[in-house]
């Protein structure tokens, strides 16, 4: 059984990220999405709100699971058994870091390979970090995100208004 797992912050989940998740989920047997809960970031949203809106969004693919996670990713992986990472690759600019990550996690953990997808063409200008600047400015995120995270968005900004 192939388990991989696909970390990231989806703060919030973009059309980018479910581009990924539909294409990797289609290469292993079973994919958890891992949501970091990063106390050292404030996030937009909680973890459990970024798990929530993920189950919504994947309940189509059959083989994906979402799942919140602390500390190391690659004590995560081995905790799932998994024997992969997935990781988006938009750019030049992702290239760096990801390879640092990768590199890191494989010396920390050599079972657990990180295997890259280049993004779609179409998403590869799309971050989460765009989508809430846009949305903070009132723009239209609806070709960014799935609808249902943009209410979820929308609700939220809605919100800092009113503290504002
Ligand atoms: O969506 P992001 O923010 O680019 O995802 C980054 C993530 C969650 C994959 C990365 O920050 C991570 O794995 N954090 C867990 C801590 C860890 O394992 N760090 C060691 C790798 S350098």
């Known amino acids: 059984m192939l388990r991989a797992v696909y970390p990231g912050s989806f703060d919030p989940v973009t059309f980018g990220h479910l581009d990924i998740i539909r294409r990797s989920s289609k290469t292993v047997d079973e994919l958890v999405v891992g949501v970091l809960n990063n106390n050292a970031k404030i996030p937009l949203f909680s973890v459990e709100e970024r798990v929530k809106m993920l189950h919504e969004v994947t309940k189509e693919f059959q083989n994906v699971k979402v799942m919140p996670f602390e500390g190391l990713l690659v004590e995560f992986a081995k905790s799932l058994n998994a024997q992969m990472v997935i ?78």
């Open 87 to 164: 990781r988006g690759l938009r750019a030049i600019t992702d290239f760096e870091y990801e390879l640092q990550m990768a590199q890191t996690n494989h010396k920390l953990a050599p079972d657990v390979e990180t295997v890259f997808l280049t993004t779609s063409l179409k998403y590869s200008y799309l971050s989460s970090t765009t989508v809430k600047e846009v949305a903070a400015f009132g723009g239209d995120i609806s070709q960014f995100v799935p609808e249902y995270v943009a209410d979820k968005i929308q609700e939220k900004m809605e919100k800092k208004e009113c503290k504002s």
